[in-house]
T-cell receptor, first 110, second 116 residues
Framework: GQNIDQPTEMTATEGAIVQINCTYQ??????LFWYQQHAGEAPTFLSY????GLEEKGRFSSFLSRSKGYSYLLLKELQMKDSASYLC???????????FGSGTRLLVRP | NAGVMQNPRHLVRRRGQEARLRCSPM?????VYWYRQLPEEGLKFMVY????????ESGMPKERFSAEFPKEGPSILRIQQVVRGDSAAYFC??????????????FGEGSRLTVL
């Protein structure tokens, strides 16, 4: 089975940088995803890591260490619209389904 | 290119009634997934289907819940004899599998079920 942990809530200031961590335990790891979900809306895809290292996409970057079972999502130059839940998800083995953590609610303050 | 379409967006049922939630995947996608989300919680996997086949139903409650994805038409998540604890947002997602991409899931806007 899988166990995915991320902080429940985080607060940060507009313009700052925030790092959201995710640790996981799984057998047959086959990729890690980050999704953003605004309240009452659909989750939207942010990033995908399957190899160790950093993937950068504009203001958002995601890092993976498979040996440590650890990932983080880095958000730079925070904007008020970044206030949302950030969901870490893992794909295991040959299955296409994703298993999600409980999500981290990020509040960006002026 | 239309995204994942779910309906109804909101559904109110009384205890003991049936709820049917529909999901049309993105064009070209043959993999459908259903997730349940309680307020301020994460997405809980329920079932994964391909056309006419249930691939993984390890997250489905043993009773009252069923899912199908027929050859023609949308995928249906059916909840019989609803109870208050079934109140949640039910999200459908679709993917094309891994070929040529990350295999990311694309989500619909969800169906919010309220059981009175």
């Amino acid at each position: 089975g899988q166990n995915i942990d991320q902080p429940t809530e985080m607060t940060a200031t507009e313009g700052a940088i925030v790092q959201i961590n995710c640790t996981y335990q799984t057998s047959g790891f086959n990729g890690l995803f980050w999704y953003q979900q605004h309240a009452g809306e659909a989750p939207t895809f942010l990033s995908y890591n399957v190899l160790d290292g950093l993937e950068e996409k504009g203001r958002f970057s995601s890092f993976l260490s498979r040996s440590k079972g650890y990932s983080y999502l880095l958000l730079k130059e925070l904007q008020m619209k970044d206030s949302a839940s950030y969901l870490c998800a893992v794909r295991e083995g040959s299955s296409y389904k994703l298993i999600f953590g409980s999500g981290t609610r990020l509040l960006v303050r002026p | 290119n239309a995204g994942v379409m779910q309906n109804p967006r909101h559904l109110v049922r009384r205890r003991g009634q049936e709820a049917r939630l529909r999901c049309s995947p993105m064009k070209g996608h043959s993999h459908v997934y259903w997730y349940r989300q309680l307020p301020e919680e994460g997405l809980k996997f329920m079932v994964y289907l391909q056309k006419e086949n249930i691939i993984d139903e390890s997250g489905m409650p043993k009773e009252r819940f069923s899912a199908e994805f027929p050859k023609e038409g949308p995928s249906i998540l059916r909840i019989q004899q609803v109870v208050r604890g079934d109140s949640a947002a039910y999200f459908c997602a679709s993917s094309s599998g891994l070929a040529g991409g990350t295999g990311e899931l694309f989500f619909g806007e969800g169906s919010r079920l309220t059981v009175l």
